[in-house]
């Protein structure tokens, strides 16, 4: 074993945080939210679910770090790199608690402090149960951005009695951190769940369900559904089944407004996820291309777009349909609300699909990929509010046409 030395803080963050493309996807996503808090201070509902959202992303980058040590034995090799990982994770969550509070302060809100110590601590959670439990990562983080979600939508403000109850129990759970004495140790799984979890996107969908009902969807969207995999068809039916959950609970009360948001959330969730499955298949153009079915390898990027368009038609039309549903028990959102709300959706999976084409660094498409997520989720929600007028609906047709041309454009630097 390595000899400790003595090494600055921060020395290998870049590759640590960066270049590991695991915890870069959560790391490079609360540090760009966190940074938007300090815009977003204004709008009370969006900097509570940033804020929330940017502390669970660094809890979990450190949670991905955890299990790459359990993966690999390069802390029995190397004196001291745990202690220097960790130490360097801890510095990135107290300089975004530091953002976060900062922003609450110029917002003026103290109810967001009830926020941001409820998301410390979930995000606590997350990393003590992956230091031990590899294959929980999955799981446990979409559950806990799941209860995240619903407690930021359905509750407008937290009591501010939370506060002491959650600090109570960060603390509680740091000083049972002498309890967890098999954490970081190594596991021949966690090889396995590492790789998986990088070639899956963390997709939370098991991957033999509902796998016998999507045959004809990953037919009619092929070449799509050979890069993303059955997880696509899986993706759009659970997709449909939320629709409908939503749909009929709003029948008995008035969730619109929380159904279309969770639905638009859940959509560029899923548009994110497929497109990390594609990138990691990136290097099987070959093999497609030498398919009976393309002349070339142009075609087969040519009928990538295609079914890429598709994609963006089916999710205009369950949009639409959704929404229009809705709209029967709330009727104060006109026809105009309903269609640019619908195409907004559309042009969003055709923007980032657009932007995966053409970001070959995993890097460089996850910075992307979150300023895009935030676009996409703040036009589908204003449109859906305010796209009550045919200019705004004419401005939304040719913002989705030109969408449309760019992905086909792009298609050509896969």
């Known amino acids: 074993m390595m000899q400790a030395s003595t090494r600055p803080w921060y020395q290998g963050a870049v590759n640590f945080w960066l270049k590991d493309v695991g915890s870069a996807s959560y790391f490079i996503a609360a540090t760009i939210t966190s940074f938007l808090c300090l815009i977003a201070t204004g709008i009370e509902e969006l900097i509570t679910l940033m804020i929330m959202f940017s502390t669970i992303c660094m809890y979990s980058a450190i949670a991905w770090q955890s299990i790459k040590m359990q993966a690999t034995e390069w802390q029995t090799l190397v004196a001291g790199y745990r202690e220097h990982v960790m130490f360097q994770g801890k510095v990135f969550i107290v300089f975004n608690n530091l953002i976060s509070i900062l922003s609450i302060i110029i917002a003026g809100n103290i109810n967001l402090l009830v926020t941001l110590t409820l998301a410390n601590l979930i995000g606590l959670i997350i990393w003590f149960l992956n230091r031990s439990f590899s294959h929980l990562f999955t799981s446990v983080c979409y559950l806990s951005f799941f209860i995240a979600t619903l407690v930021c939508v359905l509750i407008e403000q937290l009591p501010i009695w939370l506060i002491p109850v959650n600090v109570v129990a960060y603390i509680a759970i740091v000083l049972a951190n002498k309890n967890f004495s098999s954490a970081y140790k190594w596991r021949s799984d966690s090889l396995t769940n590492y790789r998986n979890g990088l070639q899956s996107g963390w997709s939370p969908i098991p991957s033999g369900l ?13 070449p799509l559904s050979y890069f993303v995999g059955s997880g696509l068809s899986q993706y759009l039916i659970l997709l449909t089944l939320l629709c409908t959950l939503g749909v009929a609970v709003n029948l008995f009360y008035n969730i619109t407004e929380h159904v279309i948001f969770v639905l638009t959330l859940t959509l560029f969730a899923i548009v994110s996820l497929s497109l990390w499955s594609k990138v990691q298949k990136h290097n099987s153009w070959e093999l497609l291309s030498t398919l009976p079915i393309y002349n070339s390898s142009y075609s087969a990027k040519v ?15 369950l949009c639409f349909v959704t929404a229009s549903t809705l709209s ?8 105009f609300n309903i269609l640019s709300y619908s195409l907004a959706c559309s042009a ?6 657009a932007i995966g084409n053409v970001c070959k660094n995993i890097n460089l498409l996850s910075f992307f990929m979150c300023i895009s997520f935030g676009l996409n989720m703040g036009l589908a929600n204003y449109m859906f509010d305010n796209g009550d007028s045919v200019s705004k609906l004419t401005l939304m047709v040719a913002y989705t046409l030109a969408m449309a041309a760019i992905n086909r454009f792009t298609a050509r630097y896969l």
């Not at 509902?210 to 092929?222: C, D, E, V």
């Not at 969003?348 to 699909?353: D, K």
């Open 303 to 317: 009928a990538l777009s295609n079914s890429v368009l598709k994609l963006a038609i089916l999710v205009a039309i």
């Open 210 to 222: 509902l796998s016998n009902y999507g045959s004809s969807i990953n037919k009619g969207l092929f």
């Open 348 to 353: 969003g999976v055709l923007l980032s699909f």
């Open 328 to 335: 029967l028990v709330n009727p104060t959102f006109l026809i």
